[in-house]
């Protein structure tokens, strides 16, 4: 599945990534405050798309004036999501490079897969959540007419092998048509 926005294209991931993956995930001010530590390298970046970025629903966010992808975004069924939600409900995760932030890309990314799950997949409601701290999260996840619903502490994180609290945001598929 391709999606687009006016300035961005949201597509899978592919192995040829690898390179543009790796110059914005080995920034250690971007991986380990959503949950993941820097990549190593290159090499790294690849065994990463393969293994964990070629899940169902998962996308490159690409800018369409280079065409190159420069974050992520994905859509998590129940069964690996943080929290119990039912099956028509998901969640909602992403990252973008530093070079990035406080550019709206990254709602502008949201907003699409909002529709996308809300119109085309069915889903009754979503839930985004970001580790206590990530306040570029939280305020992308505001921006987005998530509003909070509530925190869960000593939540294990184990890609960074700590415990951390998160906080849980959730919108309903009727507060998002009010917002269109």
């Known amino acids: 599945m ?25 920034d250690p001010d971007v991986g380990p405050i959503a949950g993941w530590p820097p990549h190593t390298s290159v090499e790294n970046s ?12 998962t996308y490159a966010v690409v800018l369409k004036k ?8 994905g859509i998590i069924a129940p069964q690996p999501s943080h ?21 709206g ?3 502008e990314a949201v907003k699409e897969i909002q529709r996308y799950c809300f119109e085309d997949l069915g889903c009754s409601a979503l839930w985004c959540v970001y580790y206590d701290g ?12 998530f509003a909070y619903h ?5 939540k294990p ?9 998160e906080h849980f945001t959730y919108l309903s598929k009727k507060d998002w048509e009010g917002l269109q």
């Open 2 to 26: 391709i999606l687009e926005t006016e300035r961005l294209i949201l597509r899978p991931w592919e192995e040829a990534d690898a390179e543009e993956l790796y110059k914005y995930a080995k």
């Open 46 to 57: 690849r065994e990463i798309i393969k293994n964990v970025l070629s899940a169902p629903e």
């Open 66 to 73: 280079t065409l190159k992808p420069v974050g992520s975004i």
């Open 83 to 103: 929290t119990s939600i039912t099956d028509t409900e998901r969640e909602i995760g992403y990252w973008i490079g530093k070079p990035y932030w406080g550019r």
């Open 105 to 107: 890309l990254i709602p």
């Open 134 to 145: 990530n306040t570029k999260s939280k305020r992308a996840a505001e921006k987005c007419g």
């Open 150 to 154: 509530h925190t869960e502490e000593n």
């Open 157 to 165: 994180c184990p890609l960074m092998q700590d415990v951390r609290t």
